[in-house]
């Protein structure tokens, strides 16, 4: 038995902060069809993929921040996508900034099937960063001042023949995002990332060891889960903050099998087979026999660490 797919990993270049939504979809576009020309099934795009990262840069008056932010998805300007992936039966991972109808603001992700079906909706659970300005800090992360953090958990869907779940960058760094996912049997994982290179309150922490915790997140992820694993990033220069690259496709047994070599637009692809999941699955880490609950209460009952009176 064996269910193929071929996924690609679409990594954006850098967005500079003035490069309208229409170029950027009209970048995707180009990537989207690239990988429909070498027969991809599924497109994983980015963390925010429509704009600049923006949650590096202050405002005091947070209305300010909406024209980074999506109130309809598809919209004016992402319906050359959702048009071109259905003409081409590709479906794909989409992130970016959700407004929604009663004001509220969420880094979002969804999923599209082939048919241009809105399968899924995730909204980043895990934000990093700070809500007010912090001048100890290298430059600002602000995702705790513009984002709301994610109300709908860690869904799972049964799409293109496997079982699919999303998660946001930052997100990856938490084993309970996988687990959660991993509980409903989720097979391939879909996340993208906007990593600086540089930590924002360590700035001589050396670029190797950020990207080692980027694969040694992502590749737990999949090995203790049994789990595919594709993450995106946004990489490159973005008006003088640099972002790390290394999108790659990671297999159940925790081994990279595609990783991106640029830090501009590029397209990895690799063919998976979602039955390679079952081992897994169905030995080492098969849950139902393995798992001792009884062992794992503080996960849910405990927020901070709480080490023993000295
Ligand atoms: N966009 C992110 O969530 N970035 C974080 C940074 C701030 C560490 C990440 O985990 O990559």
Redesign the pocket.
């Known amino acids: 038995m064996s269910r193929l797919l071929r996924i690609a990993a679409a990594q954006s270049g850098p967005i500079q902060k003035a490069e309208p939504r229409q170029a950027v979809v009209a970048r995707l576009c180009t990537m989207l069809g690239k990988a429909a020309d070498e027969g991809a099934d599924l497109v994983v795009f980015t ?2 993929a429509l704009t600049t ?1 923006f ?1 590096r840069y202050y405002e005091e008056d947070r209305d300010e921040m909406d024209l980074w932010f999506e109130r309809d998805m598809p919209n004016a300007a992402t319906e050359p996508l959702f048009r071109l992936a259905r003409e081409r039966s590709v479906g794909f991972y989409l992130g970016y900034g959700e407004l929604t109808p009663d004001g509220q603001h969420f ?1 979002t992700s969804i999923i599209v099937d082939k048919s241009g079906t809105l399968v899924g909706k995730y909204r ?1 659970v ?4 700070h809500d007010e300005f912090d001048p100890e800090r290298e430059f600002q ?1 602000l ?1 705790k001042r513009y984002f709301l953090p994610g109300d709908l958990g860690f869904p799972v869907w049964r799409t293109m023949g496997g079982v699919m779940g999303m998660c ?6 938490w084993p309970e995002t996988f687990r959660v996912m991993g509980l409903q049997g989720v097979e391939l994982v879909m996340l993208g ?4 290179s540089v ?2 309150q360590k700035p001589d922490e050396a670029i190797e060891k950020r990207t080692f915790h ?1 694969r040694l997140a992502l590749q737990a992820g999949a090995y203790q889960n049994a789990t595919f694993v594709v993450g995106v990033a946004k990489a490159g220069d973005e008006d003088g903050f640099h972002l790390f690259g290394e999108s790659c496709i990671v297999n159940p047994d925790g081994e990279i099998i595609a990783m991106a070599e640029t830090e501009a637009d590029e397209v990895v692809m690799a063919e998976i087979d979602l039955d390679d999941c079952n081992f897994g699955k169905s030995t080492m880490f098969d849950f139902a026999r393995h798992r001792r609950i009884e062992h794992y209460g503080r996960i849910t009952s405990q927020t901070g660490a709480e080490p023993p009176a000295e």
């Open positions: 963390e925010l990262f949650p880094n980043k895990h934000l990093p960063g992360h995702e946001i960058c930052n997100d990856r760094r990332y906007n990593t600086p930590n924002s980027n």
